[in-house]
């Protein structure tokens, strides 16, 4: 019974963690401001209500992988739980650099480097997890498609 509460414990962190470092860059940051409204936007461009509810999916399947990687251990483990917390920091950086410091090509950097991180990530994650590694693939699907509007924002503006 001991090892199902603290693998218990362990899915609701691995769960936790993402959504709040999610929910903390989306809160202070502003897609709303005068600076981004200004921008024309590409045809394809997702609606913000859109936008919010695939990145919280996203962030809870980010989550369950954790933890399929975690219940096998940490110790054993730290290198793809290290590119992990990698590569949410730089999911997290991507919106302060585009939104607040209002960077086009700055957005579309993070955005190459996060892929790198998020590819690399879900690969040792593979190996250690077949699931954790798929549960990874509509994180990547989905960087590829914000890429393409953040590249449609650089040619259109």
């Known amino acids: 019974m001991e090892d199902k509460y603290r693998n218990f414990i362990k899915l609701i962190i691995s769960i936790i963690v993402p959504l709040i470092v999610g929910f903390t860059s989306g809160f202070l940051t502003d897609p709303t401001s005068e600076w ?9 461009q997702p609606p913000g ?4 509810i695939v990145w919280t999916v996203l962030y809870i399947l980010m989550g369950i992988a954790l933890y399929f990687v975690w219940k096998k251990g940490f110790s054993e483990n730290k290198k793809p739980i290290a590119l992990f ?5 730089i999911n997290f950086s991507w919106s302060f650099v585009f939104f607040t410091f209002q960077s086009l090509w700055g957005g ?3 955005m190459l480097i ?3 991180f998020v590819v690399w990530t879900a690969w040792e994650f593979y190996k250690v ?10 994180y ?8 393409s509007v953040n590249i449609a924002f650089i040619i259109l503006n």
């Not at 990547?140 to 890429?147: D, H, K, Q, S």
Request: no cysteine; aromatic share 22%.
């Open 49 to 52: 209500w859109l936008i919010s």
């Open 108 to 110: 579309l950097i993070v």
């Open 36 to 44: 981004f409204l200004s921008l024309q936007g590409p045809f394809f």
């Open 129 to 138: 997890s077949k699931k954790a590694g798929y549960l990874f693939i509509p």
């Open 140 to 147: 990547i699907v989905w960087i590829f498609i914000a890429m």
């Open 114 to 116: 996060m892929l790198f």
């Open 85 to 89: 917390s990698i590569q949410l920091a």
